[in-house]
């Protein structure tokens, strides 16, 4: 199982001021009046909320943060723009999220509370939303590692809190945290085995690769064809690309069976290339041979 390098977690809090974090972050939209979350929150940190907006350091719109002390037990307060409250439509919320994991990963905040109480998503619900939140954050917390000497600082982020505003999402709010860390991790992994070199990710590590994130799971089975079974099957054209290297094809074959029965299986058809198959004299000369 891939497991996320941050931990969410939806909860219900009452006093959003009590309870001690390296970060309090508070969506603001582009308005007049502070919402009733940040008003608590400015209250207790003296004004500088409506402080900064006043001198227009922040204004709320889309795509902006801005990074304040703390107040009561956060140690630091992450103001991030939603822009115009009428207009916050799901391209909206995924730019809200995109700023977000922006301003963590340049921070060395090791845990964060998120309050999304105020936030409204035209076309979406709480659960889309924070499915978005998990993905978008699970991959900014991609580095590549394996073969670089000095690798980009990791995130300092490894747990995240979600305040619902309401009980009755955090059910499903949590649910729909775990299912977009999940995806989250699934496109990190396609992310690493892209950025691997073609001497470590050859057929065989793919075929590898497969049959482990099969290995523990019920629903999903892996089967990988050879070569000796692909002559048999007449699949000359997949063998003639992979006559010109020592390492032999693999044909990987992966089953989910997650559906209702009786439900028709949908199928996917890749084309896994570990090393230059062609083309390379399509592309520009400049440092062609990278």
Not at 171 to 182: E, N, W, Y
Not at 199 to 212: E, H
Request: proline residues 4%; charged residues 25%.
């Amino acid at each position: 199982k891939i497991m996320s390098a941050i931990k969410f977690t939806a909860r219900k809090i009452d006093d959003i001021c009590k309870g001690s974090t390296h970060c309090l972050i508070l969506p603001i939209y582009r308005r007049k009046k502070l919402s009733s979350d940040a008003q608590q929150v400015n209250k207790a940190a003296g004004g500088s909320i409506a402080a900064t907006i006043a001198l227009g350091d922040f204004t709320g719109k889309s795509g902006e943060s801005c990074v304040l002390p703390g107040a009561a037990a956060a140690k630091r307060i992450l103001l991030v723009g939603c822009g115009d409250p009428a207009s916050f439509d799901r391209a909206a919320a995924r730019k809200f999220v995109q700023t977000l994991g922006t301003a963590l990963n340049a921070m060395h905040a090791g845990d964060a509370v998120l309050h999304i109480a105020d936030i409204k998503v035209k076309d979406g619900n709480t659960p889309w939303l924070l499915n978005c939140l998990a993905r978008q954050l699970t991959y900014a917390s991609y580095r590549y590692t394996e073969t670089v000497a000095k690798p980009k600082p990791a995130m300092k982020l490894s747990r995240l809190v979600v305040n619902t505003g309401d009980a009755r999402s955090v059910k499903p709010g949590q649910k729909a945290l775990d299912r977009g860390a999940a995806t989250g991790c699934g496109i990190n992994e396609a992310r690493k085995l892209a950025d691997l070199p073609g001497n470590i990710c050859t057929p065989a590590y793919l075929a590898q690769r497969a049959r482990k994130l099969a290995k523990d799971n019920a629903k999903l089975s892996t089967t990988i064809v050879e070569e000796k079974k692909m002559r048999e099957l007449g699949m000359g054209s997949l063998l003639s690309v992979t006559a010109g290297t020592d390492q032999p094809a693999k044909l990987i074959v992966m089953n989910y069976k997650g559906g209702k029965t009786g439900e028709k299986p949908y199928v996917l058809v890749g084309k896994g290339i570990t090393f230059d198959s062609g083309g390379i004299s399509l592309k520009p000369g400049a440092k062609m041979d990278e």
